[in-house]
């Protein structure tokens, strides 16, 4: 599967999950040992993510928009740059993708920058 489509799908299910208030959907895009680095601290694990996906949902974070800027993968990892739009701010993304085990692409370091 192109590296483009993944990325769609991954932003689709994101967006999806976190519509429905369901952080351990959102999570399950990231892989078991992941890091999410943003303004203000870091977390890392899938534990951590559902937690802060948590926290996102209680505080209404709604995504409007993702859109995959720059990407390329080659064989097992990936990399996007991607921009992200909220009601309340916009920024980028950095992300590293690692294929699983099973094949699936998960997130494995996503780094937020709000502009």
Known sequence: MAIR???KDLAAHYIDALER????????NFSENASVLFRGGSVQGREDIVALHEHF????VKILNIETLESDNFGDLGYAIQSYE???EMGR???VLRRQADDAWRIQVQSVTSV
């Open 57 to 60: 949902i209680r505080a209404g």
């Open 93 to 95: 993304m950095l992300l």
């Open 21 to 28: 208030g369901d952080a351990i959907a959102c999570a399950a």
């Open 86 to 88: 909220t009601a309340n």
């Open 5 to 7: 489509t993944v990325l």
